[in-house]
């Protein structure tokens, strides 16, 4: 529920997984764009991302992957989605 500054209420419907899934070890992104995909893909696996390919950051997915999972495997689910490339050298993560 949200209290707006005017005292008006609004309900509306979540879903769960996207603030509960990281308790259960899971990455959980539910219509997120690639960029911010990247994004908490590099902190926690401690990447530099690079975007060669500028168009993929728009470019939206719903994604799962377990958190203790290597970065070398989450690439690979990123890779079987069949949009992007993503390359993994050294400690820089590039999206082709």
Do not use: C
């Not at 696996?45 to 994604?63: D, G, P, Q, V, W």
């Not at 999972?69 to 690439?75: H, I, P, Q, R, Y």
Request: proline residues 1%.
């Amino acid at each position: 529920a949200q209290i707006h500054t005017d005292g008006t209420i609004r309900v509306t419907q979540v879903d769960p997984r996207n603030y509960t899934a990281w308790t259960e070890g899971y990455f959980y992104f539910d219509n997120a764009t690639l960029e911010d995909i990247m994004r908490e893909l590099g902190r926690w696996y401690n990447l530099t991302i690079r975007f060669e390919n500028t168009r993929a950051m728009s470019y939206h997915f719903t994604f799962w992957a377990r958190r203790t999972g290597s970065a070398e495997e989450t690439l690979r689910l990123i890779n079987g989605l069949g949009k992007v490339n993503a390359v993994l050298e050294d400690e820089t993560l590039t999206i082709r």
